[in-house]
């Protein structure tokens, strides 16, 4: 069975209320269309974790823009635009990490064919990385697991971890040249 569609008018209110500074009232707008949202998000990626993100990312955008809605027009269809722009969003940038790892994969490939060095220079490097990770701060192994290991987006992980995609980014960058100087210590030792 499905829950009924809630009336424009009751957005408007708490539309209003929002842009009159009571951000409290946010929170009545996201209990009326969470369970749209969340079916347009489950839909396509068909993982809890990430239509849970999918979900509080269109939201955080829906807060961000609610200026732009006009009263009077229908809050749901407006709400579920926003929801569909964000989940483009995030395919077009799963698409191009995917893209992104694929051309690693290849040229890493490519370099390891034509290496002639000994085999065990990737084992040294291997070793050094872990040794490396095992070193990194609580937060900062976790931002590397999520990205790497569970191959989470910036967006993602932001949502997550309440920050920007860009800096989540950022640390993730910092983190990484970290590591590689760390990789470069104790290969170079």
Same mark, same amino acid.
């Given at each position: 069975?499905?829950?009924?569609?809630?009336?424009t008018p009751d957005a408007d209110r708490? !539309?209003? #209320? !929002?842009?009159? %500074?009571?951000?409290?009232? /946010?929170?009545?707008? $996201?209990?009326? @269309? *969470?369970?749209?949202?969340?079916?347009?998000?489950?839909?396509?990626?068909?993982?809890?974790? &990430?239509?849970?993100?999918? $979900?509080?990312?269109?939201?955080?955008?829906? @807060?961000?823009?609610?200026g732009q809605y006009r009263p009077g027009?229908?809050?749901?269809?407006?709400? +579920?635009? =926003?929801?569909?722009?964000?989940?483009?969003?995030?395919?077009?940038?799963? &698409?191009?990490?995917?893209?992104?790892?694929?051309? @690693?994969?290849? +040229?890493? %490939?490519?370099?390891?064919? #034509?290496?002639?060095?000994?085999?065990?220079?990737?084992?040294? /490097?291997?070793? #050094?990385l872990r040794g490396c990770r095992e070193?990194?701060?609580?937060?900062?192994?976790?931002?590397?697991?999520?990205? /790497?290991?569970?191959?989470?987006?910036? *967006? #993602?992980?932001?949502?997550? +971890?309440?920050?920007?995609?860009?800096?989540?980014?950022?640390?993730?960058?910092? =983190?990484?040249?970290?590591?590689?100087?760390?990789?470069?210590?104790?290969? %170079?030792?």
């Amino acid at each position: 069975m499905t829950e009924p569609t809630p009336t424009t008018p009751d957005a408007d209110r708490l !539309v209003a #209320a !929002v842009l009159a %500074g009571d951000t409290a009232a /946010y929170a009545g707008l $996201v209990r009326m @269309y *969470e369970a749209e949202v969340w079916r347009i998000a489950a839909a396509l990626l068909r993982d809890r974790d &990430a239509t849970e993100n999918l $979900v509080q990312q269109a939201f955080l955008d829906a @807060y961000a823009h609610l200026g732009q809605y006009r009263p009077g027009t229908d809050f749901g269809a407006w709400m +579920r635009t =926003v929801a569909r722009n964000r989940l483009r969003k995030e395919l077009r940038t799963a &698409a191009r990490e995917d893209r992104r790892l694929a051309t @690693y994969r290849e +040229r890493l %490939g490519e370099r390891l064919r #034509a290496d002639d060095g000994p085999r065990d220079d990737a084992d040294e /490097y291997l070793t #050094a990385l872990r040794g490396c990770r095992e070193e990194l701060p609580g937060p900062d192994a976790e931002l590397i697991r999520l990205r /790497y290991e569970r191959g989470l987006s910036f *967006e #993602a992980i932001g949502a997550r +971890r309440g920050q920007t995609p860009e800096a989540v980014q950022r640390m993730v960058s910092r =983190v990484r040249f970290r590591l590689r100087a760390c990789i470069e210590g104790k290969l %170079g030792s």
